[in-house]
């Protein structure tokens, strides 16, 4: 069965007493309501990677993400970190190709999948974001741009490489905006990555293939979200930044 993911990417937000704040608190409620089956991966700014680590400690369920690395290895390469140094701290997901890196940094398909390789080659999981703007989903041309993002940044990989990916479909219209795309439209896009994914690994990888769904989810919508048979939990900004809020999407399994 594949895993149920919800991710809580802070972005660019919360300085170091608030970072320890927000954890401790999600800390202090999972040990209160132990949450079964839904692996938790927090990705704060880099800066925070190692504190916030430290807070959580061996709390079951709970794992470390990067919101970025390097597509390079090592070296003279100032204000970059790479997969390598993630992993040495503890990280074990990384963020790639959120839209906010493709538009804003001019991130790349082809930048893109040597970022997917470093993270492999590292033992990270890459939680690959995907998702198309409202001009293309008002054209029509919505699948077909998300599965050529897909196939342009991952359909490079072994089977085997590409059984340690997450999706993540984010449509940019709905990020940020408090425009959620409805369940129905979340399960229509999942289903169709789903099965480009099968077209190119197979019906056994692309079913155990986790595809998380972002924009806008918060504790009024993830229910019925995470309801649907292709999505298999979130990529959540905003609201992950309020402990409880976050804590209630979690549970909303
Ligand atoms: P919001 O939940 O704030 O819309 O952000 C979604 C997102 O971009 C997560 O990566």
Excluded at 193 to 198: D, K, T, V, Y
Excluded at 208 to 228: C, D, H, M, V
């Amino acid at each position: 069965m594949r895993k149920k993911i919800v991710a809580g990417n802070w972005k660019m937000n919360l300085s170091f007493e608030e970072g320890q704040q927000l954890t401790s608190e999600l800390v202090n409620m999972f040990k209160d309501e132990a949450i079964q089956d839904v692996v938790v991966v927090i990705n704060p700014p880099f800066p925070h990677l190692y504190p916030v680590q430290r807070l959580v400690g061996d709390t079951a369920g709970v794992f470390l993400g990067a919101q970025n690395c390097s597509d390079k290895e090592s070296g003279a390469f100032t204000g970059e970190v790479s997969a390598k140094i993630l992993a040495s701290f503890g990280v074990s997901y990384v963020i790639l190709g959120h839209s906010e890196r493709r538009e804003y940094f001019k991130e790349d398909q082809t930048l893109l999948a040597t970022k997917v390789n470093q993270a492999l080659a590292h033992g990270l999981t890459p939680i690959f974001c995907c998702g198309e703007s409202l001009e293309i989903r008002e054209s029509g041309t919505h699948e077909e741009t998300v599965k050529a993002q897909v196939t342009a940044s991952l359909f490079h990989l072994s089977p085997e490489e590409f059984s340690k990916v997450v999706i993540a479909y984010e449509p940019i219209w709905a990020i940020g905006t408090g425009k959620t795309a409805s369940a129905e439209q979340a399960q229509e896009m999942h289903a169709a990555l789903r099965s480009h994914l099968a077209s190119k690994y197979g019906q056994a990888i692309a079913e155990q293939t986790s595809i998380l769904y972002g924009g806008s989810a918060n504790p009024g919508n993830a229910k019925e979200l995470f309801g649907k048979p292709d999505v298999d939990g979130g990529l959540i900004g905003g609201a992950s930044l309020k402990s409880r809020d976050f804590i209630e999407i979690v549970k909303s399994f």
